[in-house]
């Protein structure tokens, strides 16, 4: 990912929000509780406006990381991004894609498609934060929501490596279009943006080979320009979500495998149930009941974000490298099953961007 640079103002590198959106404070202690959130991604800017926004401070310490060059947000996830951040206009002037072009294990079928296509520095940099001055040396409760080296490994279920290439598209490649194209060993995710530089991920098999094998994506594309470093694609979840005064947020909790589509929404819902979680905490709620409600959330977002992935992986080829991934993904199963079982029922459950204890 090295080649995905973007670079930050250096006064923008740490931020304090102390929003009181239209939805006014809920916090109503004296002295606000001080929250630090370490990360600089769409997880880490939604918990910093929700929580500013209910009264709390935030600061958030930012790492110069590159930034993904394409993000596909559906419909569904724009609104809801919309939502958090009280802004219906938000990302309406991004380029549209209206059709899906899937060769999965058959022939290609086009099915109809809702989404946009955005950089990941234009996403983030479209969502409101107020700048403020530096992190204090106490905090009473750290969101990490980036992947840190000193965090433990999280539980992988799979191995699957992939690769992000710049191509360029011939002129006949409809930009309104994306096209998924699975293959012997992997598969291939090609979306464009006009006027913009194009991105192929690859997942599974190299980039090359892939290309070499591909009926359906190499016949759009008239060169590869470059391509990223190998990045992890298979679906992630840190054993220990949250501690004491720390929890989890975003990739640093749990990464879903790219084939849903759904991992920068994913990161949103993360974001508006650790916020929540916090404002519960910091009104005197139950913390520790609170925190393994957090936990055992995300556990059964993992968990249907396999079965999803397993119904992709049944069916998209009949190969080792197929079987061996499906395999991954029915442990991965079984893990989450098993940790969910231990939990208990669900004691809440979200209203609006707050918890309430569920009845009876
Ligand atoms: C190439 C690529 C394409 C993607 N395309 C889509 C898409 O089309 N639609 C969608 O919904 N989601 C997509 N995702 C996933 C989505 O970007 C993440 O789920 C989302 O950004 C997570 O938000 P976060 O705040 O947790 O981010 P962060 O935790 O800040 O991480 C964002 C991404 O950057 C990576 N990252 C973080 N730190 C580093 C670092 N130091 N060096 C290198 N990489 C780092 C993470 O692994 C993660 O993939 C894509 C991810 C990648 C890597």
């Given at each position: 990912m090295e080649e995905f640079i973007t670079s930050y103002d250096d006064d923008d590198t740490k931020f304090v929000g102390m929003l009181n959106g239209d939805r006014g404070p809920v916090i109503g202690r004296a002295a606000p509780a001080h929250v630090l959130i370490r990360g600089e991604g769409i997880a880490a800017r939604c918990c910093a406006h929700l929580l500013a926004s209910a009264g709390l401070r935030v600061s958030c310490e930012r790492s110069d990381r590159p930034r993904i060059p394409a993000v596909l947000l559906s419909d569904a996830a724009v609104a809801l991004i919309r939502d958090v951040f009280g802004q219906p206009g938000l990302l309406a002037d991004s380029a549209r894609i209206e059709r899906r072009v899937v060769a999965w294990g058959g022939e290609p079928a086009v099915v109809a498609h809702g989404a946009v296509v955005v950089s990941e520095a234009a996403l983030i940099d479209s969502l409101p934060i107020n700048a403020g001055p530096d992190i204090p040396p106490t905090v009473d409760l750290v969101v990490q929501a980036a992947p840190s080296p000193t965090l433990p490994p999280p539980h992988r279920f799979g191995s699957r490596p992939a690769v992000a290439a710049e191509v360029r598209l011939k002129p006949t490649a409809d930009p309104a279009s994306c096209w998924i194209e699975a293959l012997e060993a992997g598969w291939l995710f090609l979306v464009s943006r006009a006027g913009e530089a194009t991105w192929l991920?690859?997942?599974?098999?190299?980039?090359?080979?892939?290309?070499?094998?591909?009926?359906?994506?190499?016949?759009?594309?008239?060169?590869?320009?470059?391509?990223?470093?190998?990045?992890?694609?298979?679906?992630?979840?840190?054993?220990?979500?949250?501690?004491?005064?720390?929890?989890?947020?975003?990739?640093?909790?749990?990464?879903?495998?790219?084939?849903?589509?759904?991992?920068?929404?994913?990161?949103?819902?993360?974001?508006?149930?650790?916020?929540?979680?916090?404002?519960?905490?910091?009104e005197g709620g139950d913390a520790p009941g609170l925190l393994a409600h957090y936990q055992s959330m995300l556990t059964a977002s993992m968990r249907r974000h396999l079965k999803l992935c397993a119904d992709f992986y049944q069916t998209g080829g009949d190969g080792s490298w197929w079987d061996t991934e499906l395999k991954a993904l029915v442990e991965g199963h079984d893990w989450c099953s098993a940790r969910l079982a231990s939990a208990g029922e669900p004691r809440y459950r979200l209203s609006g961007f707050r918890l309430v204890a569920r009845e009876g």
């Open positions: 991920l690859g997942v599974g098999d190299a980039i090359d080979d892939a290309l070499a094998e591909s009926r359906l994506i190499a016949p759009l594309i008239a060169d590869v320009r470059r391509h990223s470093g190998t990045f992890d694609a298979c679906p992630r979840i840190a054993d220990a979500l949250y501690g004491e005064d720390w929890l989890l947020c975003g990739t640093a909790a749990i990464a879903f495998d790219p084939i849903c589509g759904d991992g920068a929404a994913q990161a949103v819902r993360e974001a508006i149930l650790a916020s929540a979680v916090i404002m519960g905490i910091m």
